[in-house]
């Protein structure tokens, strides 16, 4: 098992998730001036769901600015910062117009250490959100980090909750290569216990959220909440999960996924994407492969279904996977033998308000 721990854990205390980004971009900036953040509406009065809130204030409209709506030039403007030694912060708010960058992310700032010997470094980090929140569909909604995980070069980080979303903000700034964060907009809410000293979650560490015996769950961003509430909706069947959080996407920590699997003999991977060469795929086939042909595992994807993200919330509820599915899912993975089993609907509603406190 490996863990991510801050340099202190004293002074703790419970902190939103997008107060602790918040947070993160303060004390780097204080900590370094090359730091700045940039993007549409990052000094806007809502400052991106409160996670920019007082930043211009603190630093300045030079640290601190909004930019034109658009994604290719300013991704341009940001890799270019970096490459002259600055560490731009690049806020794009959705995931989903990170297509509108692909050729500046994939072939200019994921390439140009490798192209230049090592000599160029992109310190770039790039924010982006993800998942539903009131039916905002086909071009809101989608979950892409998977297309970014299989660039060499980008970093990809997927924090699930506040502690991490502070710790993983720091090592992405710090990190100097360039750093995809992924933060779906569900977990902005939600409270984490949180070290105010800075503190970094290191990439290629993931966590064992919560132990058992009985399969391996691993949830990816939000689906972590969502796992953990199936993990005590099966406990009630007698079925015990271990819930995983990879925390980064790429590097990918496998060895604590595959530690587990070989110990439960069944492996659920839940995610924030479609099934289909998708995150899961991922986790699932490097799993397969380092178990061999002896390994003896069973398998189960949990995802979108493959059609294009549904804007209403009757087709919403049967789109995104809930506790209820995971929890079926594994149930029918763990007692293939046994009659069908959901649990109560009621039960099973995305987990908007519900709290997960962290590591601690």
Known sequence: MTTSTPESASGSRLLRYVDALREAFAQEMERDESVFVFGLDV????????????LLKQFGPERVFTT??????????????????MRPVHVHIRMDFL?????????IAAK????????????LVVRSMVGKSW????????????????????????PSNAHDAKGCMIAAIRDDNPV???????????????????YAVLPGKARVVAPGGDVTLVGISNMVVECLRARELLSEIGISAEVIDPIWLSPLDIDTIVESARRTRRLVVADNGWTAC??????????????????GIAVKRIGFAPTTCPPSPTLEAAFYPNPGTVA???????????????????????????????PF
């Open 43 to 54: 000094d806007d009065h809502k400052s991106i769901q409160g996670s920019t809130a007082g």
């Open 99 to 107: 297509l509108l960058c692909m050729n500046q992310l994939v072939n």
């Open 328 to 358: 079926a899912a594994v149930h029918a993975l763990v007692r293939p033998r046994d009659v069908a089993w959901t649990p109560d609907p009621e039960r099973t509603k995305l987990a908007h308000q519900v709290q997960f406190r962290g």
């Open 135 to 158: 039916g905002q569909g086909a071009q809101h909604s989608q979950g892409l980090h998977s297309m970014f995980m299989h660039v060499p070069g980008l970093k990809v980080v997927a």
């Open 278 to 295: 998708g995150a899961g795929a991922e986790i699932v086939a490097a799993v397969l492969e380092r178990l061999g042909p002896e390994g």
């Open 180 to 198: 995809i964060v992924m933060e779906h907009r569900l977990l902005y809410p939600t409270e984490a216990y949180v070290p105010e000293t800075p």
């Open 68 to 85: 034109p709506l658009s994604e290719d030039a300013m991704t341009g403007v940001a890799i270019g910062a970096a490459m002259a030694g």
């Open 112 to 123: 140009a250490r490798y192209m230049y010997g090592g000599t160029v470094k992109v310190p």
